[in-house]
């Protein structure tokens, strides 16, 4: 194997995108939720709209988990196997990073992406299974999100350090480092390392950095003790410290010091992001989802007819109201009646195309509220009798959350106890196949997280691209995304200001009340309405929450924006002439 498919991303300096985890096919289980699967969108549209483009990530030899469920409702965690000599294509490159004194080597792998158009974006996964390296050594790239901190540094250090390393042996030019997360930081720390006089200018005008954890707590954070250890000390620590924090090295800080352009990812976040690091200039770009990759096959050929051209302009969805009502349900239907047998074959559960089925699948973690809807068992009872519900779930808790865990067996305890009034059904091992199935084959889409925690959320945009309605807290996207009762409808209040006993108090009335006198009846009893509000999904969540509107975004403000130079005395006059 040589390194032809580069040849062509020598004509012009790249965009080199860096992130932990990247969800790009079923068979490459190095994701976790949703970062990976929003780095997998971003190489889907660089690649849609022939950008120079290269992504980075780690090869996560054993991925991230399997998911089981026990009998009793408890997630069992199983090794994941997959064939990387079968998918990945080694590349003839080898460098060196040092970590803990050692010399280790990184590999590196490559998996081309090719749009439908036949553009490329290589996805580079770096590797220390190198028969060279120390037993220890070999394994660092194994498990993603596995370990301790000791063994999330030496993965940053080789994602970050190595990966920069990796783009030069390629003799690749990068016109910006995208840092995706804080986890890909040591990119700008090599970048400052290699510069003249730790010239932190040239670094910055090097680096984007975009944030995705509106909590302190979520920031990766290491000891000064255990950096030197681990990592050394490439640059002076007084210099360390004044950029990554005093106390710990932390990662989010290093890229806010290092990036010349920084973004939250949706509007409300980069309010949020502002008041936890007052003092840096951020943006914010919405998430997006692609929306070929995200369109059930019913859509996709719905779409072609009536709006040909979407997959490569998804603003074009706007004009989705010109789709017939009849189609619009029907495509839906067959997409719902798929969902109902996957769940029949998986779970054993006889599910009903006419009941109306709501969907709720993601990280199973304790922000996210997985078990919101059984805050008030009697009443969802009740509601159950004015018009049947039926709900399917989904999510994978990490192995250390515990919280999560109980969560699914809470859920899964739940369901027992609610069927055969309300048959609930909990989906083993949720992934890119199976989210697939499920934003599709839903009638409403719920997302119940504790506020201000989730920083975007894409799985509603999903759902929106195949006329499913979203009901939502006012949380990271779905604040600019939801016209109350013409988009979907929302949970709680508008305001995050007041007593939290009384905000959810208000919460929990409007998912009840608004499920049982205004979801329902619609459903059941004025289809036609119900069929607006997911024409309404399409064209006014679809046309605009999409990876392309994200990346054209990106392109113009991140990557090839350069700051407008301040207004000379003789272009004012010029203006003044004009
Ligand atoms: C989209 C997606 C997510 C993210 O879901 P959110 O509701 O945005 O948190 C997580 N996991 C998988 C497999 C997905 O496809």
Redesign the pocket.
Known sequence: MDTYIFDKLKNEPIIAYLSMEI?LSPEIPT????L???AGDTVRSAADLSLPFVAITLISRKGYLNQKISPEGWQIEQPVEWDVEKVLTPLPVQVEVEIEKRKVRVGAWVYPWESARGTIVPVIFLDTNIPQNAPEDRSITDVLYGGDSRYRLKQEIVLGIGGSRILKALDLEVRKYHINEGHAALVALELLQGSKNWDIEAVKDLCVFTTHTPVEAGHDKFPYDLVKEVLGEPIPLSLLQQLGGKEHLNMTLLALNLSGYINGVAKKHREISRHMFPGYDIHSITNG?HSFTWTSPSFQALFDRYIPGWAQEPELLARADIISDQEIWTAHQKEKAQLIQLIREKNNIEMDEEILTLGF???MTAY?RPHFIFTDIERLKRINQEGKLQIIFA?KAHPQDFEGKRLIQQIIQHSQKLSPEIKIAFLEN???E???KI?AGVDVWV?TPMRPL?A?????M?AAHNGVINFSVLD?WWVEGCLEGITGWSIGPESEEGNPQEIFQKEMSDFYGKLEYVIIPTYYRHREQWIKLMKNSISKIASYFNAHRMMESYISEAYFHKPFPPLSNSSIAKYKKD
């Open positions: 969800a994701y976790s939720g949703g990976g699967v929003l989802v699948a993601r990280r996210k999510g949720y992934n890119l199976i989210a697939k934003v997302n989730e975007s959320g894409t799985s509603g999903k990271g």
